[in-house]
C-alpha cells in the first residue's frame, strides 16, 4: 500500500504565501510524475503543477505559473508547492497525486487553502 498525506495548507490573506508538502509512504521503489492538484467548490479537479522524476520537465497551469513553485526530493519521497502572491481565486481543496512505475497513480487526502480578500 503506497500512502500520500498532504500538509501546510490554511487560511491567508491575498497576496500572502504558503507551502504545501506531501509524504509519500509504503511500498515504493521509485515513483515518476507527482504532482499538485485543485478543486474549488462546484468545479473540476484541475492539475496545478507537475513535476517529473529528475525535475526537469515541470508544468504548471497558466492561473498559476509566475506565482508558484513545485519541487521534490526524491530521498524522502516528498514533494512540495509554494505558492506565492496568493488570490481568492486560489481557493480549493490541494491534492498530491503521485505515479508509481507499474503500479499505479496515488491521491493525497486534500489540504484545504483558503484565500481571504
Known amino acids: 500500500q503506497v500512502q500520500l498525506v498532504e500538509s501546510g495548507g490554511g487560511l491567508v490573506q491575498a497576496g500572502g504565501s504558503l507551502r504545501l508538502s506531501c509524504a509519500a509512504s509504503g511500498r515504493i521503489s521509485s515513483i515518476n510524475t507527482m504532482g499538485w492538484y485543485r478543486q474549488a467548490p462546484g468545479k473540476q479537479r484541475e492539475l496545478v503543477a507537475r513535476?517529473?522524476?529528475?525535475?526537469?520537465?515541470?508544468y504548471y497551469s497558466d492561473s498559476v505559473r509566475g506565482r508558484f513553485t513545485i519541487s521534490r526530493d526524491n530521498a524522502k519521497n516528498m514533494v512540495y508547492l509554494q505558492m506565492n502572491s496568493l488570490k481568492p481565486e486560489d481557493t480549493a481543496v490541494y491534492y498530491c497525486?503521485?505515479?508509481?512505475?507499474?503500479?499505479?497513480?496515488?491521491w493525497g487526502q486534500g489540504t484545504q487553502v483558503t484565500v481571504s480578500s
Open positions: 513535476i517529473t522524476t529528475g525535475g526537469t520537465t515541470n
Open positions: 497525486n503521485a505515479n508509481l512505475p507499474r503500479v499505479g497513480t496515488y
